[in-house]
């Protein structure tokens, strides 16, 4: 796919030119894929044949007016939803998910990807080194060590002293930390995030992008973030701009193309 500064992208191939610890390798490789919802007249179109890579070692985010297909693309790349039949590629972390069965997906989504959404989908009825645990646990490690690794995140995320407490006293912004701790718990090679800062004031914004950055941004990793909140975008290495169903701009960012006007301004819900 053409990475040159802004260049816009519709449907392009992709590129090979990419200086990178693991040159050449994708996390996810998605071309000319659809997906509507409904039938007859009623049919919406919302995947329109769309192309979009992601690099490993990179936070690539992508951004687009509401309603233009971001979370119905993300939820495809999770495994959660199907594209439609027919033609077009999906792979993510090297395989063809077309092709798995239901059990391999499964199992490959509770060891290689970590999710976390808008709402932050907690257990009220654990405490949060329970709830960021889980994902250990799903994978048959033992309570005892499960609960001292999701102590160990929650201390990396800062908040050590509320493991053993319910998510329901934490803030809004506690809350995002706990379910962030529980999406990096077992060290996926993927992290897929919807609008995970939208609920956050621009100070935990910026904590948790520190917080990614550190954590997330390792040569054999890849975090896809969808985003509209443009005090995010500078800390993407790339920006995949999505309109109505399809990627349109592809923006790699550095220090000789920073983030162009066009992009700037973010999207208002
Ligand atoms: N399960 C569904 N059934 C019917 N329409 C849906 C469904 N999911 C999403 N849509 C529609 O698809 C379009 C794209 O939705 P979505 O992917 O959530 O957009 P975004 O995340 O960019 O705001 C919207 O018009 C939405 O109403
Ligand atoms: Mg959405």
Do not use: W, Y
């Not at 706990?178 to 621009?202: F, S, Y």
């Not at 997330?216 to 500078?234: A, C, K, Q, W, Y």
């Amino acid at each position: 796919m053409s990475h040159s500064s802004g260049t816009p992208i519709a449907n392009a191939e992709p590129s090979a030119d990419r200086a990178h610890p693991q040159e050449g390798t994708l996390a996810i490789r998605i071309e000319g894929l659809c997906r509507g919802f409904g039938s007859g007249a009623n049919r919406l179109e919302v995947l329109k044949a769309v192309h979009f890579e992601a690099r490993f070692g990179d936070i690539t985010m992508l951004i687009g007016p509401s309603g233009c297909g971001k979370t119905t693309l993300l939820s495809i790349i999770a495994g959660t939803l199907s594209p439609d039949a027919g033609e077009g590629r999906l792979e993510v972390l090297g395989q063809n998910l077309r092709a798995m069965s239901q059990g391999a997906l499964t199992a490959m989504r509770a060891k290689q990807i970590g999710f976390i959404f808008q709402s932050f989908h907690l257990i009220h009825t654990l405490s949060c080194a329970e709830n960021v645990a889980i994902p250990l646990l799903i994978q048959g490690v033992g309570h005892g060590r499960a609960i001292r690794q999701a102590r160990d995140i929650l201390d990396r995320v800062g908040l050590a002293e509320k493991s053993f407490q319910r998510p329901t006293l934490l803030s809004g912004g506690q809350q995002q930390r706990v379910a962030i701790a529980r999406a990096l718990v077992h060290e996926p090679k993927l992290i897929l995030c919807d609008e995970p800062t939208a609920a956050l004031d621009a100070r935990n914004g910026a904590l948790i992008m520190e917080l990614f950055g550190g954590i997330v941004r390792e040569p054999d990793r890849s975090l896809i973030i969808v985003t509209h909140d443009n005090r995010i975008f500078g800390h993407a290495d790339r920006i995949a701009s999505m309109d109505d169903g399809r990627i349109v701009e592809l923006h790699d960012m550095d220090e000789q193309h920073p983030l162009p006007e066009h992009l700037r301004h973010g999207f208002h819900q």
